[in-house]
């Protein structure tokens, strides 16, 4: 990934998005030939030079002090997501030659699988290109389509921009696939030497137009929460809020657990899951206890 048009196409984005009246900037005629603000209205609102700015938007973010830009930041309105995106850009930019380790096959410890199956609600681990290390009982019954495969791993972004069966699972297909990208390309601005995470992107930009389409907007965001409207092939209609914990002990590794309001249908029809997959398992064949 080159770093330059990373950030050339970024600033460039968020610029076009940003009208003057949202930047609480005084409009003298309407003969603007930009879409959005213009440079130098920019760098009016960072308190730089347009001659400075101009070089950042070029892609060139070497030497750049923070506070600069969090000025830039600010001028361009960015949300938190944004503002993180940009300070890795800037990280990246200048750690020169030095790039980054590849992370290698992840393990997940015995200890995180036992906080896993320890949980009632249906939980998954996954790192940061979304492969899925770990899962309950009940994670795995409710997300079956991603581990119907003969694989022990499987990648969420794959399932939703690959298999067909997603866009009947979720609800609301566009919005959860279009976070995925955001996701994606917020890990892409973190690590941007993590080979695996490289040709994931190659591989979903080669298969999928409309990936390819969103990752082109450099859309961010961070993962912590949502609330997701699933279509369960046994129990229907679901509707789960997922929360995101990251696991300190383990860079890049989160536990995404998914909670459901009490005494709503979606409890009820969780509820019918779990007892569906415990007598799914449950052997078929117990002799009865003697004595």
């Not at 990208?181 to 601005?189: N, T």
Request: hydrophobic share 35%.
């Amino acid at each position: 990934m080159d770093n330059r048009a990373e950030v050339r196409d970024f600033l460039t984005s968020r610029r076009a998005r940003l009208t003057p009246d949202q930047a609480g900037l005084t409009l003298y005629g309407t003969n603007r030939r930009v879409k959005g603000l213009r440079r130098e209205e920019v760098a009016m609102l960072a308190d730089v030079s347009t001659d400075y700015y101009t070089r950042l938007e070029r892609g060139n973010l070497s030497g750049v002090s923070e506070s600069v830009l969090e000025s830039v930041a600010t001028a361009l309105k960015l949300d938190e997501s944004e503002r993180v995106h940009l300070l890795d850009l800037a990280r990246a930019a200048n750690a020169g030659g030095r790039r980054r380790r590849t992370t290698g096959k992840q393990q997940l410890r015995p200890g995180v699988q036992r906080i896993l199956d320890s949980l009632s609600a249906p939980s998954y681990v996954r790192n940061n290109r979304l492969d899925l290390l770990g899962v309950n009982q009940l994670g795995r019954a409710l997300l079956s389509d991603l581990y119907s495969a003969d694989t022990t791993c499987p990648n969420l972004a794959r399932y939703l921009f690959l298999d067909d069966r997603s866009r009947d699972f979720y609800a609301d297909w566009t919005a959860v696939a279009k976070d995925v990208v955001a996701s994606l390309r917020l890990q892409a601005g973190h690590t941007p030497y993590d080979r695996g995470l490289t040709d994931l992107v190659g591989e979903l930009s080669t298969r999928s137009e409309e990936f390819r389409t969103w990752w082109a907007g450099h859309t961010v965001r961070l993962h912590r929460t949502s609330t997701k409207q699933m279509h369960h092939p046994v129990v229907g209609d679901l509707e789960l809020t997922g929360e995101a914990l990251e696991l300190p002990g383990d860079a890049g590794l989160t536990i995404i657990t998914y909670t459901v309001e009490p005494s709503t249908p979606s409890a009820e029809a969780l509820q019918f899951l779990s007892n569906w997959t415990v007598s799914e398992t449950a052997p078929r064949n117990t002799p009865e206890r003697t004595g």
